[in-house]
């Protein structure tokens, strides 16, 4: 009778257990944030690592001489040299000067180059005569002219921004030629047969749709502005990293030179950061696209 | 008077040095509040007539006159679908069906005020402000629908809208767009390749034959309203359907004998 009784429970026990199993088992379900933020926290700290890593080791290897010091200057000098930079120098200014030509050059680019790529849905003749010389203009090396654009607008601010904004128009205004005849037609109809205008038909579909392409665009413009900016110092001027790196390289100071590339690459990921974030901005609404 | 009517339209496309012609002179006269079904194998004109009656392609004979007015090469006169549903995928679905009014100069408030109880009640409730990515295809083609009703037109061009859609889904679709005719009492013309779907929706049907493309006869469809799934199994219906395919045969054997 007692074993009877054992035995029911047993099996009960058994059944709950197993009840209990299933009940416990994670539903699984897919969750995109989830798995994209897990990626990201891992990425974010293997890039972290990978970074500590590198400037370690550069310091290490021109501490025990496996680098020579001299050419390869060290983390710990560079950070040195920096401080007396900013406090004896004029470091920030120069910062300053630099990132001010680069980001007027690119959103002057950015702006009229767009505007330049977009005009060209207006008409089909317009744009079948402008776009040889399109090609032709984006061929030439903009910075084989700085010399020129230096004497044209003096060694002041002005030439460094016209510098990086040649160097940005006309890769945006492709950009954003590519984006207008990649525009469908049919969606242009749905447009027309709601009564739309030309006007409403650019302002609704072509702009929205040409977007992508310019976005893709920003980020290789920013380095390319930076690159026209440093150029531009490079020829000739009294003020801007650039000028700093060339200085330093007459004097021979190496120091001074990893100083300014330094510098020089973190404004980079300053403004590429920047950019991602303006894609964001432009692209509300559009990540759904395709 | 007619609501709708197309006198001596043609259209002859030329590329290549080559002439095609797309359709014949056709005359059509559609009367106010009907539903008008337009079937023909691929290529005999279907879309190429749409254009002309949406004002997007000037016809190269004739006259379309709406309400006793032409309006040849005048667009956004007559409410079109196109064959594809062309939502802007930038846009979320209550803003897509606006799209009319607000090329109106409706402002965005009122607009919206119109649209969100018809997507409520025409199936598309709570998906106002998705993409249209995050929509099956039978939601986009609803959504692209509205938007064609929104736009507030007498007459509406239905350029095979539930081609792309599976049996079920079509079935709820016509049955969906018969409400909303009835609802919204307007002329329609829609595009098919279903003969089922022709005969279960139209009161007339226009067949066209291909190459060239040319009206080859009108027939009328006498089933009464309202349908529901037992009029497909109608003796009528069944009868209607194989005088129908039988033309459509003709026209495939007339072609296989050119070829
Ligand atoms: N823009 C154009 N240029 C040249 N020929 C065209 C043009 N548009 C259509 N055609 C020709 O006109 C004929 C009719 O085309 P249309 O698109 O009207 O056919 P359809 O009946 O709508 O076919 P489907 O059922 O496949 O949609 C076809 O032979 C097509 O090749
Ligand atoms: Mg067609």
Known sequence: MRGETENVVVQKHATFEKNKAIQKEDPFIEDEELKERRTNRLSVLGRVMVGVLLVVAWELFTRIGILDSYYWSSPTTIVQTGITSITEGTLIQDLFYTSGATVLGFILGTFIGSLLGLSFWWSDLYSNIAEPYIVAFNAIPKLALAPVLVIMFGIGFSSKVVLAFLMTVIVTAVAAHSGVKSVDKDLEKMLFSLGAKRKQVFSKVVVPSAMPWIVSSLKINIALALAGTIVGEFISSRYGIGRMILYAGQIMDTDLVWLGVVVLSMLSILMYLGTVWLEKLLLRGQVTQK | ?259
Not at chain 2, 85 to 112: H, Q
Not at chain 2, 127 to 150: D, I, K, V, W
């Open chain 2, 1 to 259: 008077m007619s609501k709708l009517e197309f006198v001596n339209g043609s259209k002859i496309f030329k590329k290549n040095g080559q002439e095609t012609v797309a359709l014949e002179k056709t005359n059509l006269s559609i009367e106010e509040g009907k539903f008008v079904s337009i079937i023909g194998p691929s290529g005999c004109g279907k879309s190429t007539l749409f254009n002309m009656i949406a004002g997007l392609l000037q016809p190269t004979t004739g006259q379309i006159l709406l309400d006793g007015k032409n309006i040849v090469g005048k667009s956004g006169q007559v409410g079109y679908m196109l064959q594809k549903d062309l939502l802007l995928p930038w846009r979320t679905i209550v803003s897509n069906i606006i799209l009319g009014m607000e090329l109106r100069g409706v402002p965005k408030k009122e607009a919206e005020g119109r649209a969100l109880p018809l997507m409520k009640k025409y199936g598309l409730g709570g998906f106002e402000y998705h993409y249209p990515n995050e929509l099956s295809g039978g939601m986009r083609q609803r959504a692209a629908l509205l938007r064609t009703l929104l736009y507030d037109q007498d007459v509406i061009l239905l350029d095979e809208p539930f081609g792309a859609l599976d049996a079920q889904t079509r079935l709820m679709m016509q049955t969906w767009l018969l409400q909303i005719w009835g609802d919204f009492k307007k002329t329609v013309l829609f595009v098919t390749h279903d003969i089922d779907e022709a005969i279960y929706l139209s009161d007339e049907i226009y067949v066209l034959s291909p190459r060239p493309g040319r009206l080859k006869e009108i027939v009328p469809v006498h089933l009464p309203r309202p349908r529901d799934e037992n009029t497909l199994s109608s003796d009528e219906f069944v009868h209607l359907k194989q005088k129908l395919l039988g033309m459509l045969k003709e026209d495939q054997e007339r072609l296989q004998k050119v070829e």
